[in-house]
């Protein structure tokens, strides 16, 4: 049975990244009592005390509004990583290598990063870190990715000693401004792309990095291994088992049995993550077809046949449903 955590459920520490944004905004003298206000959560919570993602996105909304300023995601990114999560905090700051570093982000990133998952990827020379919705919140998605973008290039800038080429591209059109994205993340900016994505060239994952230990990120990885694991948020979790069974499509009903639950209730748990089904199977087969163009150089012939369709032009028509663009079309700017 595949383990997994609603939104709802108290997952992350309070006294971690929620206690961060408070203190990010209590610098900025936002009141704490209106900055608590609809999230359930208390103003002094006790070290053992955990929320749940849907309070920790209320707070983070809550902030994002009433700071009201186009830095805040990006400062609270900042602050994000390598974060206070014990043993797989400590293996993050000793990674000897950025493969290393990224490979612990996404092994651990129900404990560093509970809002969005994490996955890296290496084809011909490249490498390419993607942002998956662990919780459901689209409204704030704009906001989290920035935040864990940010985190992720401040982290590669201390551990490496230098700032690294990464190369954005964003799930949604540019913002009216960007000055933040160049200042926080450079000026490499891909909008209107079909996903949330860092690239970088190969070559760069390997470099040893001045601050690591290979031996010191061992013993702490090592020391994460016996803790207890903490489940992945649903869509996470969700999006995971369908990309292991993309070819074969697998059934609401079948999912629903593999995750320990009835279809009616997983339908009722993804509406109450803003989803549905069919949304998450559409969006993985999105990534893997984007995938096989980018990566393999793949036409639709060849992306139709792995994803299981009868034909190209029943593939071209799906594709258009799932992005609003042709393949065609979304292969000529991703050349571009």
Not at 274 to 285: I, K, M, P, S, Y
Request: proline share 7%; charged share 20%; with cysteine.
């Amino acid at each position: 049975m595949i383990a997994w955590r609603g939104a709802s459920d108290p997952s992350i520490p309070a006294h971690q990244q929620p206690a961060l944004v408070l203190a990010y905004a209590a610098t900025r003298d936002v009141d704490e009592a209106a900055l608590l206000r609809g999230t359930g959560m208390a103003p002094a919570p006790g070290p053992g005390a955990l929320v749940a993602a849907a309070q920790y996105l209320q707070l983070l909304a809550n902030a994002l509004r009433m700071l009201d300023s186009p830095d805040t995601s990006f400062m609270l990114g900042q602050q994000l990583l390598p974060g206070h999560d014990g043993a797989p905090s400590n293996a993050l700051v000793q990674a000897p290598t950025l493969r290393e570093a990224l490979a612990i982000l996404c092994r651990w990133h129900a404990r560093l990063t509970p809002l969005l998952r994490p996955r890296f990827e290496t084809w011909d020379g490249m490498a390419a870190l993607y942002w998956i919705d662990s919780h459901g919140a689209p409204g704030l998605r704009p906001a989290l990715v920035e935040m864990h973008m940010t985190a992720v290039v401040a982290l590669c800038r201390w551990l490496g000693g230098e700032r690294l080429p990464w190369r954005f591209c964003f799930n949604r059109a540019a913002p009216r401004h960007v000055e933040q994205h160049h200042v926080h993340l450079g000026s490499a900016l891909r909008f209107d792309c079909q996903f949330d994505a860092m690239l970088i060239d190969g070559a760069w994952l390997d470099r040893p990095w001045p601050r690591g230990s290979a031996l010191a990120a061992a013993l702490a990885l090592r020391a994460a291994g016996g803790e207890a694991e903490r489940p992945p948020g649903l869509l996470a979790a969700l999006y995971d088992y369908l990309l292991e069974r993309v070819r074969t499509a697998p059934s609401l009903d079948r999912a629903a049995a593999d995750f320990g639950v009835s279809p009616a209730t997983l339908k009722r748990q993804l509406a109450r993550h803003g989803t549905h089904f069919q949304a998450e199977l559409d969006q993985v087969r999105t990534h893997v077809a984007l995938w096989m163009f980018h990566a393999q150089r793949a036409d639709n012939e060849e992306v139709a046949r792995y994803l299981g369709f009868h034909d190209a032009a029943n593939f071209r028509r799906s594709f258009k449903r799932w992005t609003g663009v042709t393949p065609w079309l979304l292969r000529m700017g991703l050349s571009a």
